[in-house]
């Protein structure tokens, strides 16, 4: 190799039996920010016009490809060269140009590597187009090369889908030439010289044909919108994708390029996409903690999960799906062994399906023992998760005995949903080592880990579980000890204002129908007969029909589970409105002579989200969430808030926090309304940066 120059500040050139290598050095990702793409220009002209240099080699230095553009730059003013100009450069070299991929070739990314004439990439690499998942669709070409590379179907499922593929796969479907074994430059540059030596054209994505007509490809269209209705609802993304596609096999290569660039900037500056992108960040932000600099996590290698209900099978998986030992303890009868029947049904069930192989349920259930004997799972753990029933004294005695018998240094967690971190540390003698690991069910699917701090946590307690959730592939949010944490107490006052609206006027199902609307999977009303009236805070000793939930349970509409609740069930389950709970509601709004009206679905909207607004600003002011978007990523990964309105916080700033605290004023009264959103309404500020 000739000796190596910069190129820019974050390039080099360097040129290696004929071949030209352009390496690009911009942690952490190598988004394709301004400064990538300058250097992108300066380095290719280079090669081009350097006479020792037959063919050119895209590389990058650090831990992956470039992973897309750097989204941080998008509704701010275009930078030249855009991404288009530097691929017409790539694409009119006269010499190949040859993309080198390991890690993740993301985005504007891959949409790079298809604009070269040829790639090759590392077994490990990825590679995908998860623009929609911002919100957005590919701008730089992806929904035009696409197509042509694999085909208009294929395509559909990789854009529209958004899911990164393997290297495997990839070169299977035609999306890159080679794998390399090995060091991978070396292996690029080989490639190159090999292209050379046997005089290969220099193939251009743009210059192939779609594999389907027009007529076809709408076809194909309408089929790929009719399958998946129900998971394109919502969002603006999806659809616009479909018309990218659409235009790859109608127009020409540069037509289609202009319409797909149009439906990009309509994406950019959409609200749907200004929220996913501010949810990309909030799930980054989330992790960055105030501790003492320099705290490590400590290590944690083998798990014990106390409880052997839904909740603590859960946690085990979790924890067995990241590779963890993990001794399941349940001192009840045959709980333990009823809960790795759970387990091994899961893991049998998702080989079944082909979500893993054989081998690794096998793998995974090989990590798992499960016993009656408190200290024959405790004592070897790095780390104790308690999922026992949500009771103080419970927790209380449990605590007590895990901290007798459990390795000095271990780290004691709880499950707690509701209850006082600080209490249940209080009964050990390391309340430093107390802390809140709370799951959100099912566990093994759902994406938030709230990381509870309790008064004493240490720092590295704190940044293990931060860590840890990290590697079990969770979002872990931190949150400190109040009733209900982060995203259940925020969300409280979305079921309270439910059951007080009902009683003015809206049924269940037209309350439930807003909030569907408005983007929940489930309303209040579905969500309560879906968990059982009988076991959301019902007195079953001291009942007496004072409020309608008592009077349902009184009836034996639990619920789902009673064919009856809010809801009538029928054998399939399927809800109908139910005259006799409405009967039940009214009567009951008459004997407390609530006035009866007519609320539309945006009054609903104000009436059950707005006070969720209100204490997401408590329990920031608070402190007990760090800031406005790890309220967002918590309920957007824990609740199902809809992601394209950004979670709560980012959906109150764009309809104006002045207008949210007049309406909560009139509602709740304005001793309730939470001092930090009434001055940020007061000086235009906003609760999200
Ligand atoms: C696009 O390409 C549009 C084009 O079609 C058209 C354009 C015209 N930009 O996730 P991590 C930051 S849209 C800016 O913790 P990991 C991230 O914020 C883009 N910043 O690492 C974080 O910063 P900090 C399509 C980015 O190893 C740091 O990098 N591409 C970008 O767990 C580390 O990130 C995507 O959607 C970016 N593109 O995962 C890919 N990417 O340290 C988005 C990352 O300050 N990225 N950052 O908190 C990812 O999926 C993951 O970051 C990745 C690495 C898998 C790459």
């Known amino acids: 190799m000739n000796e190596m120059s910069r190129v820019t500040a974050i390039s080099t050139y360097a040129v290696a039996d004929g071949i030209a290598i352009l390496t690009i050095d911009s942690p952490p990702v190598n988004a394709l920010g301004h400064a990538v793409r300058v250097a992108l220009e300066a380095g290719l002209r280079r090669a081009v016009a350097d006479a020792d240099a037959h063919g050119i080699v895209i590389h990058c230095a650090g831990r992956t490809f470039f992973a897309g553009a750097d989204i941080s730059e998008f509704g701010k003013p275009l930078q030249q060269p855009d991404l288009n100009a530097v691929f017409d450069l790539i694409e009119a070299s006269t010499k190949p140009v040859v993309a080198a991929i390991h890690g993740t070739a993301l985005g504007g990314g891959m949409e790079l590597a298809l604009a070269c004439h040829y790639r090759v990439a590392t077994s490990s690499a990825k590679l995908g187009l998860p623009e929609v998942s911002l919100g957005l669709l590919p701008g730089a070409g992806g929904t035009q090369r696409v197509p042509r590379l694999v085909g208009i179907e294929k395509a559909l499922t990789l854009i529209v889908g958004g899911r990164p593929i393997g290297a495997t796969k990839a070169l299977a479907d035609g999306l890159i030439d080679r794998i390399v074994e090995g060091d991978l430059l070396p292996g690029a540059i080989l490639y190159a010289q090999q292209l050379i030596a046997r005089g290969e054209p220099l193939r251009r994505v743009r210059d192939l044909a779609v594999d389907l007509d027009a007529t076809a490809t709408r076809e194909a269209l309408e089929r790929f919108r009719a399958t998946h209705k129900r998971d394109l609802q919502g969002f603006k993304a999806p659809g616009l994708i479909l018309q990218a596609i659409e235009a790859a096999a109608t127009l020409t290569f540069d037509e289609g390029l202009a319409r797909e660039w149009a439906l990009f900037e309509e994406l950019v500056d959409s609200q749907e996409s200004i929220a996913q992108r501010h949810l990309f960040f909030a799930e980054r932000t989330a992790g960055k903690i105030p501790i003492e600099r320099g705290v490590q996590p400590l290590t944690v290698e083998r798990v014990a999960v106390i409880g052997a209900g839904t909740m603590g099978t859960g946690i085990a998986m979790v924890f067995l799906n990241a590779g963890y030992p993990v001794f399941l303890v349940d001192k009840a009868g045959d709980a333990a062994e009823r809960g790795a029947a759970r387990i091994h049904k899961t893991f049998g069930d998702l080989a079944d399906k082909g979500r893993i192989s054989p081998e690794e349920g096998m793998r995974r259930v090989g990590l798992l023992r499960i016993g009656s004997s408190l200290e024959d799972a405790v004592s070897g753990a790095d780390l104790v998760v308690e999922a026992i029933f949500e009771s103080m004294a419970l927790k209380q005695a449990i605590f007590k005995e895990i901290d007798a018998v459990a390795k000095a240094g271990a780290i004691l967690a709880s499950n707690t949903s509701f209850l006082d971190l600080d209490e249940i540390a209080a009964v050990t003698a390391r309340p430093d080592q107390v802390i809140g690991l709370h799951f959100f069910a099912p566990a093994n699917i759902m994406r938030l880990l709230e990381v509870v701090r309790g008064a004493r946590t240490s720092d590295a307690v704190i940044a293990t579980g931060m860590s840890l959730g990290r590697r ?218």
Do not use: H
Request: aromatic share 8%.
């Open 472 to 689: 079990l592939g969770k979002v872990a949010v931190l949150s400190g000890v109040c009733d209900g944490f982060i995203a259940n107490r925020v969300m409280k006052p979305r079921m309270e204002a439910a059951e007080a609206l009902v009683l003015e006027g809206p049924t269940p199902s037209e309350i439930d129908r807003a909030m569907n609307r408005y983007g929940f999977a489930m309303g209040p009303f579905q969500m309560f007969d879906l968990v059982g009236l009988d076991v959301i805070g019902w007195d079953r000793d001291n009942s007496a029909g004072r409020t309608v939930q008592e009077v349902l349970c009184e009836m034996g509409r639990w619920g789902q589970k009673k064919n009856g609740g809010y809801y009538d069930y029928d054998e399939q389950r399927r809800a109908a409105p139910s005259p006799v709970a409405e009967q039940v509601i009214r009567e009951f709004a008459a004997r407390a002579n609530v006035p009866q009206q007519a609320f539309d679905d945006a009054q609903i909207v104000e009436r059950l989200l707005y006070p969720v607004v209100n204490e997401g600003a408590k329990v920031v002011e608070e402190g007990i969430a760090l800031r406005a978007s790890d309220v967002d990523i918590a309920l957007a990964t824990g609740y199902g808030w809809p992601v394209w309105t950004g979670g709560p916080m980012c959906w109150a700033d764009r309809i104006g926090l002045p207008r949210i605290v007049d309406s909560l004023d009139a509602m709740i009264g304005p001793d309730s309304v939470s001092p930090l959103l009434r001055r940020l309404a007061a000086e235009g500020g906003r609760l999200t940066s």
